[in-house]
Nanobody
Framework: QVQLVESGGGLVQAGGSLRLSCAAS????????MGWHRQAPGKQRELVAAISSGGNTAVADSVKGRFTISRDNAKNTVYLQMNSLKPEDTAVYYC??????????WGQGTQVTVSS
C-alpha cells in the first residue's frame, strides 16, 4: 500500500506563497501521473495540477500562471508551488498517484487558508 503524506499547508495572506510537498513511501517513477487536487467547503474536489512520469505538466485555468507542479524522483516527492494566493484558493489540498488514468492512492490532505 503506497502512502502519500502532504505537508506545507497553513495560513497565508492574499498575495503570499506556499509550497506543498507530497512524500511517497515508494518510488513515484512507477506512476503515470501524480496530481494535486483541492476541495473547498461545499464544493466538489477539483484537479489543480498534474505531472506525468516524463515531466509533462498541466494546471487548471484557475491557477495557471500562479501554481507550478514539479517532482523529484530521487526523493519520491512531488511539489506544488503556489504564488499570488487568493482567498478562493482556500481548500484542503490532496496529493494523489495514478498508475494509468484514475488516481489509485490519496494522501490525507493539508489545509491551505488564504486570508483577505
Amino acid at each position: 500500500q503506497v502512502q502519500l503524506v502532504e505537508s506545507g499547508g497553513g495560513l497565508v495572506q492574499a498575495g503570499g506563497s506556499l509550497r506543498l510537498s507530497c512524500a511517497a513511501s515508494e518510488s513515484i517513477f512507477k506512476f503515470n501521473f501524480m496530481g494535486w487536487h483541492r476541495q473547498a467547503p461545499g464544493k466538489q474536489r477539483e484537479l489543480v495540477a498534474a505531472i506525468s512520469s516524463g515531466g509533462n505538466t498541466a494546471v487548471a485555468d484557475s491557477v495557471k500562471g500562479r501554481f507550478t507542479i514539479s517532482r523529484d524522483n530521487a526523493k519520491n516527492t512531488v511539489y506544488l508551488q503556489m504564488n499570488s494566493l487568493k482567498p478562493e484558493d482556500t481548500a484542503v489540498y490532496y496529493c494523489a498517484a495514478a498508475y494509468y488514468k484514475d488516481y489509485n492512492y490519496w494522501g490525507q490532505g493539508t489545509q491551505v487558508t488564504v486570508s483577505s
